[in-house]
């Protein structure tokens, strides 16, 4: 397992943009895939993106699509979340997730991930 740790969450406008970073302990981070989940108030943790342990594919939740980019620097033991054109509805805790050899070919289900960070918010105000 690994530990994960995000960063970069606050308050932004409609429109702005936030970098997330999920730094992860160990020295195994390169087998890992990794995932951004978001969870909003009375609402389920819903999937957003994720980056296979490979790095070689990248999967995003349609209502992402086009604005998030997921990307990880295994030099650094860290997975990036570049989200621009945020909305209101993007407003959320963030989870970073680690998933040993995790590839995105059977889907994007939480259960593929056995760690998980403490969460970051995300706030986007109209």
């Known amino acids: 397992q690994v530990q994960l740790v995000e960063s970069g969450g606050g308050l932004v406008q409609a429109g702005g943009s936030l970098r997330l970073s999920c730094a992860a302990s160990?020295?195994?981070?390169?087998?890992?895939?990794l995932g951004w989940f978001r969870q909003a108030p009375g609402k389920e943790r819903d999937f957003v993106a994720a980056?296979?342990?490979?790095?070689?594919?990248?999967y995003y939740a349609d209502s992402v699509k086009g604005r998030f980019t997921i990307s990880r620097d295994n030099a650094k033991n860290t997975v990036y979340l570049q989200m621009n054109s945020l909305k209101p509805e993007d407003t959320a805790v963030y989870y970073c997730?680690?998933?040993?050899?995790?590839?995105?070919?059977?889907?994007?289900?939480?259960?593929?991930?056995?760690?998980w960070g403490q969460g970051t918010q995300v706030t986007v105000s109209s």
């Open positions: 997730a680690a998933g040993k050899y995790y590839s995105g070919s059977s889907g994007y289900w939480s259960t593929d991930f056995g760690s």
């Open positions: 980056i296979s342990w490979t790095g070689s594919s990248t």
């Open positions: 160990g020295r195994t981070f390169s087998i890992y895939g």
